[in-house]
C-alpha cells in the first residue's frame, strides 16, 4: 500500500492511529494499547529499578518517511520538544525527496578493559599476553558461552601501555555481542580473564569494565541533496547551501558552536533510543569522545557543496552500538511497540537508521539557522506551551497561540493576560 502522510501533524491522534493502522505498521493490539495508554505497569518498573514510587511519561511521536538504504521507516520518538518532531519530519521529507540516506555499519564489536598496575616489566608483560592469545579469547568465551552459540563472542585482544600520574598495562578485548549491547557479557568475560591476565603481567588488576567509546561499532550516514530541494529560488538555494556548509566548517573549528551542534544532533538520537529502550546515555558518552577522537572536539557531522553536481553532501559517523535484544527491551510495551513500528530491525539496521536520523536533525537545524533563524520554527510550539502553562483548555488554544505570535515577543505573563481577555 502506498504510504501518504499529508496533513499527518494536523490530524487528531486517532486518525494518526488509524493511519498506522491501516499502513500494516502497528497491530491491532499496538493500536488498542495507544489508545487505552498502556504504559510501563508499576510491577514491572519495581522489577526495573530500585526505590520505585511511580512511572514518568513522555510523549510518544513518529517522525515517517525517513528512507535509508531504499527502505522507508516510520521512526518512533519520545521528547517532550516539539520543534524537535516538526524539524525532523520536515528533514526526512526533504530528504525522501532527494533520494534518501545510505548507510553502513563498518563492524559491530564492544570493547572492555582490563587495567593493570603495578607490573614490573610492562614490555616483557605485554608480549607475554599476547603470545597466549588464542588462550585467552578462548577463556573469555568459555566465560559466556551462549553468545558463541548464536555466532558471537571474543574476537581479537590487544594491549597498551597507558602513562598518567600512575603507569597502566590495559588489556582490550573486542567481542562481537550480536543483537545485544553486551555490557554484562563483557564484564564476565573480563572478570574471567582478570586472574590470568595478573599471572601472566605479574601485576594487579584494578578492574576489568566495559568501554562506552564503541570504536569498533563504527555507523557512517550520508545523503545528497540538490539545491532545488533547498528553496524554489536558484540563487536563494545555492546560498542556503553555501550557508549550511560554512556552519559545518564553523563547528569543526570551534568548540563552543560544536557542543551546540552535536546535542541538536543528539535531539533525534536520543530520542530513538529512548524509545527503542537503547542506554542513550553511553551512546552519547562515545559520541561526545568520538568528537574529540583527533584531539579537538568538533561537530559529529559534515555537510560540504558539490558545485559541479549542485548538491548538498551531509556525511556522520559516530558509534553506535544498540541493541534489539537484553535490558528492557522485552518488558516495556512502548518498547515492544517501538521495534514493531520499525519492522523489528536487526541492530545494525537500527543504528544505521539512527544515525541517518541525527543527521536528518542536524539538517534540519542548520537549514534554519542560516536561513529563518531558529526561532522562526519555534514560535508556534512555544506559544502553545506558554497557552497551556497559562491554564488555557482545548478550544482557548489555537485562538491564544494566534494572539501571542501577534504579539511577537512574549511571556507567561503576557499569556496569562490574554488568557484573561479571551474569557471576558
Not at 13 to 24: D, N, P, V
Not at 113 to 129: F, G, K, M, N
Not at 203 to 224: E, K, P
Not at 351 to 357: K, P, R, W
Request: net charge neutral; glycine share 6%.
Amino acid at each position: 500500500m502506498k504510504k501518504s502522510w499529508n496533513g499527518f501533524s494536523k490530524k487528531s491522534t486517532q486518525k494518526r492511529l488509524e493511519l498506522l493502522k491501516a499502513q500494516a505498521l502497528i497491530s491491532l493490539e499496538s493500536q488498542s494499547s495507544l489508545e487505552n495508554n498502556e504504559n510501563l505497569s508499576l510491577a514491572t518498573a519495581d522489577q526495573l529499578s530500585e526505590n520505585v514510587v511511580g512511572t514518568f511519561s513522555l510523549p510518544y511521536s513518529v517522525v515517517p518517511e525517513l528512507l535509508v538504504n531504499g527502505k522507508e521507516y516510520t521512526v518512533p520518538y519520545v521528547t517532550e520538544e516539539p520543534s524537535v518532531v516538526a524539524a525532523a519530519s520536515f528533514a526526512s521529507k526533504v530528504i525522501k525527496r532527494a533520494g534518501g540516506f545510505t548507510a553502513q555499519v563498518h563492524q559491530r564489536r564492544m570493547i572492555g578493559q582490563v587495567a593493570l598496575y603495578q607490573v614490573p616489566d610492562r614490555s616483557l608483560a605485554a608480549e607475554t599476553i599476547i603470545s597466549k592469545k588464542a588462550d585467552l579469547l578462548e577463556l573469555a568465551n568459555q566465560a559466556y558461552p551462549s553468545i558463541v552459540k548464536r555466532g558471537g563472542g571474543a574476537r581479537d585482544l590487544h594491549v597498551e601501555q597507558v602513562t598518567g600520574e600512575t603507569e597502566f598495562l590495559v588489556v582490550y578485548l573486542h567481542v562481537d555481542t550480536q543483537e545485544a549491547m553486551g555490557a554484562n557479557m563483557l564484564n564476565t568475560m573480563l572478570e574471567a580473564l582478570k586472574p590470568v591476565l595478573e599471572e601472566l603481567s605479574q601485576g594487579q588488576s584494578l578492574m576489568g569494565i566495559l568501554s562506552n567509546y564503541a570504536t569498533d561499532s563504527l555507523v557512517t550516514a550520508t545523503c545528497r541533496i540538490a539545491f532545488r530541494y533547498l528553496s524554489r529560488q536558484k540563487d536563494e538555494a545555492r546560498e542556503i547551501a553555501e550557508k549550511m556548509a560554512l556552519a559545518s566548517q564553523f563547528a569543526q573549528a570551534d568548540p563552543y558552536r560544536a557542543a551546540t551542534h552535536n546535542k541538536g544532533i543528539f535531539n533525534g538520537i536520543d530520542a530513538v533510543l529512548i524509545a527503542t529502550g537503547n542506554d542513550w546515555r553511553a551512546i552519547e558518552a562515545g559520541a561526545h569522545a568520538y568528537a574529540s577522537h583527533d584531539g579537538t572536539y568538533r561537530g559529529l557531522s559534515r555537510w560540504t557543496i558539490d558545485l559541479e553536481k549542485e548538491e548538498l553532501v551531509g556525511e556522520m559517523t559516530l558509534p553506535m552500538p544498540v541493541a534489539t535484544k537484553g535490558g528492557s527491551i522485552g518488558l516495556n510495551p512502548r518498547v515492544i511497540l517501538s521495534h514493531e513500528l520499525l519492522g523489528y530491525p536487526s541492530a545494525k539496521e537500527l543504528a544505521q537508521v539512527i544515525v541517518s536520523i541525527g543527521l536528518a536533525q542536524n539538517f534540519a537545524a542548520l537549514k534554519a539557522l542560516v536561513s529563518t533563524g531558529i526561532q522562526h520554527g519555534h514560535m508556534k510550539l512555544q506559544a502553545k506551551s506558554l497557552a497551556l502553562l497559562a491554564g488555557a483548555n482545548e478550544t482557548e488554544v489555537a485562538p491564544l497561540v494566534e494572539r501571542l505570535i501577534a504579539e511577537k515577543t512574549f511571556n507567561l505573563e503576557t499569556a496569562q493576560r490574554y488568557l484573561e481577555i479571551l474569557r471576558s
